[in-house]
């Protein structure tokens, strides 16, 4: 399978503790966007990456929430502290840029679904 | 700051029934726009994609969707659905020259067999 790989697919956790997920793009793709999709909802953006560089955080990334892509390949992204509201599904995207191209599409993963008690 | 809205949240068809879920979004400017749809159990996918030119976007399995500037528009369609057409159903908008896309909150689609 050469998809946008996540682990782990589901993780509960109790409030106060640290979580890590961590998203394997297509290895080919430069740009990973991870989201937050809670139930009802659409994805809501969280940050991207292009290659190792994180370009923008959403405002709704707070100060506990923390993401990295070392080698420009997989990416991580760690929630200090959990509080119960951040009981959501977290989605990763790849995508490839293409010089002067509009963005592209984005390849999206499974998602980890993350249940803070 | 851009929004998209999908005023169906949720839609119920028989088969053979034709489909339009409606899209909107507020931004001003020159914009992509995207349907995409999450089958049960499955990851998010795109189904049709607009950049520029025709304003009618085909897309996979027999969707189609219109892009009508003047309404802020993006509406999705099909003739006729298919029980397998039961999913949930998400725009997305970007202004042009960013890469980060702006989602509706979805509709879901069920098709009655």
């Not at chain 2, 802020?72 to 998400?90: G, I």
Request: charged fraction near 20%; hydrophobic fraction near 30%.
């Amino acid at each position: 399978d050469t998809g946008v790989s996540q682990d782990p697919r589901h993780k509960i956790t109790k409030r106060g503790q640290n979580v890590t997920f961590r998203c394997d793009p297509i290895s080919e793709h430069n740009r990973l966007y991870w989201y937050r999709q809670t139930l009802g909802q659409g994805p809501e953006f969280l940050t991207y990456f292009q290659n190792e560089a994180q370009l923008e955080k959403s405002r709704l990334l707070s100060d506990r929430f923390s993401a990295e892509r070392p080698k420009g390949s997989f990416s991580t992204l760690e929630i200090q502290r959990t509080e119960q509201g951040d009981s959501a599904m977290y989605l990763c995207a790849s995508s490839q840029r293409l010089a002067g191209g509009p963005g592209g599409e984005q390849f999206f993963g499974p998602g980890t679904r993350l249940t803070v008690l | 700051a851009q929004s998209v809205s999908q005023h169906n949240h949720h839609v119920i068809l028989s088969e053979a029934a034709s489909l339009e879920l409606g899209c909107n979004y507020s931004y001003g400017g020159t914009v992509n726009l995207f349907w995409y749809v999450q089958y049960p159990g499955q990851h998010l996918q795109l189904l049709l994609k607009y950049f520029s030119g025709d304003p009618l976007v085909k897309g996979i399995k027999g969707f189609e969707a219109e892009f009508i500037k003047s309404k802020f528009s993006f509406n999705l369609r099909k003739p006729s659905v298919q029980w397998s057409d039961t999913a949930e159903y998400f725009c997305a908008v970007n202004q042009r020259g960013s890469y980060i896309p702006t989602f509706g909150r979805g509709t879901s689609l069920i098709v009655h067999p």
